[in-house]
């Protein structure tokens, strides 16, 4: 029990450690001058599906960027609601919206990947802007992407949202989910090329349309669940440079607006989280219980002396704290991160072994087969957290 107990302490300052490491790295794109002579087209491509709930307001907020060179291109896949027609109704009252309706999805293709590729298809701007519809932008946030990235010649910019919940629950569930982003992500290594770190983000992911078009494209990346870390990898191993920054004040996401819809949304990506590995899934789910439990338990049995578990305890929530509130969370969100340390896992390791007891994946009413997806997958999430040198794609 002391073993077990000074090991789960030890993660736990680890923890802190890379939260805090994270915090004091991580730079935000409100610090970003807004002002340059030119400014390049931008193509901003957004990929919806049933999305009547979000996109109007969240394309609104699209609307007031405050940025000279501008196109839309919304890209309906498939949707059964009134997501069309709303894009219909903004196409109208604005000529910079553009509308294109996908009625098939081609065989081997994940839909949100094969809408981003359609949207490519038709877009005239130098630089591409990837993101959903549920995201709210303010004014001035594309104009501070542009200009850090023209300043700095970076290819690759993805900014990290501020996340927006009425649920409790969800809210907890994703800021536990930011917690852990600090293990993986180093954001001041992302910008190095000769380090294996990339981070892509489906919110906002800017890439320069002329690197993009070096590259093997979304094709590449077709059968990827994870298609935003797909995307920024894809363009780090073709030689992009690229830029990771929080966008606390510039942008943020709606989160699902109910426990059930986050629930079904986690399943889709719950295999893909352990590289579809029984193994890897196992240690996934068990390892973080394991340790809440070792923590805890060595101190309620006195194996872990009050005042080293207090310290330790409170180390963890104010590095923890100061992570989430650089993000824009709440920082006494931490305040219930032990529970959904031990929780999330296992949440997503159940939702994962429904996947593999059924041997598929099964999202937008397409199904997916657990090995064709294994073939196809192009982010090994243990190649992140071993920091695997990259291949080169040409």
């Not at 996340?163 to 569930?173: A, C, G, I, Q």
């Not at 699902?256 to 996934?284: C, Q």
Request: aromatic residues 12%; glycine residues 6%; proline residues 5%.
């Amino acid at each position: 029990m002391v073993v077990w107990g000074a090991l789960s302490a030890v993660f736990f300052l680890l923890f802190a450690y890379r939260s805090l490491s994270f915090a004091r790295r991580l730079k935000l794109l409100r610090d970003e001058p807004s002002t340059q002579k030119n400014w390049p087209k931008v193509s901003v491509i957004i990929p919806a599906c049933n999305e009547t709930d979000t996109l109007e307001q969240a394309a609104r907020s699209l609307l007031t960027l405050n940025y000279p060179e501008l196109e839309f291109i919304m890209v309906d896949d498939r949707s059964t609601d009134a997501t069309h027609e709303i894009m219909e109704r903004i196409a109208a009252g604005d000529p910079r919206v553009r509308v294109i309706k996908n009625t098939q999805l081609p065989k081997n293709w994940m839909g949100k990947t094969h809408s981003m590729h359609k949207g490519v298809q038709g877009a005239r701007g130098e630089w591409y802007l990837f993101t959903d519809a549920d995201i709210h932008f303010s004014p001035a946030c594309l104009k501070k992407a542009i200009h850090h990235c023209t300043k700095n010649k970076f290819d690759f910019l993805a900014v990290l949202p501020r996340f927006l919940s009425k649920t409790f629950p969800v809210t907890v569930f994703v800021s536990q989910f930011l917690s852990f982003i600090s293990l993986a992500v180093r954001p001041d290594k992302i910008s190095d090329p000769q380090t294996p770190d990339f981070a892509g983000v489906g919110a906002f992911n800017l890439v320069r349309a002329e690197t993009f078009k070096r590259s093997p494209g979304f094709e590449w990346l077709r059968l990827d669940i994870a298609d935003d870390l797909a995307l920024a990898k894809l363009m780090k191993s073709c030689g992009a440079r690229m830029s990771f920054l929080g966008g606390k004040d510039e942008l943020a996401e709606e989160l699902y607006p109910t426990w059930g819809k986050m629930i079904r949304g986690t399943k889709k990506g719950a295999m893909a989280l352990s590289d579809y590995s029984y193994l890897f899934l196992l240690v996934n789910t068990l390892m973080p219980v394991v340790v809440v439990l070792g923590f805890f338990l060595s101190a309620a049995l006195g194996a872990l002396p009050v005042f080293p578990f207090l310290v330790v305890l409170g180390v963890y929530f104010i590095c923890g704290g100061l992570q989430l509130f650089k993000v824009g969370s709440n920082p006494l969100f931490i305040l219930t991160g032990p529970l959904a340390m031990a929780l999330s896992p296992l949440i997503i390791g159940v939702l994962a072994v429904q996947c593999a007891w059924n041997g598929k994946v099964t999202w937008r009413d397409t199904s997916y087969s657990l090995k064709l997806l294994k073939e196809n997958q192009r982010v090994k999430f243990r190649d992140i957290a071993l920091k695997k040198k990259l291949p080169r794609i040409s």
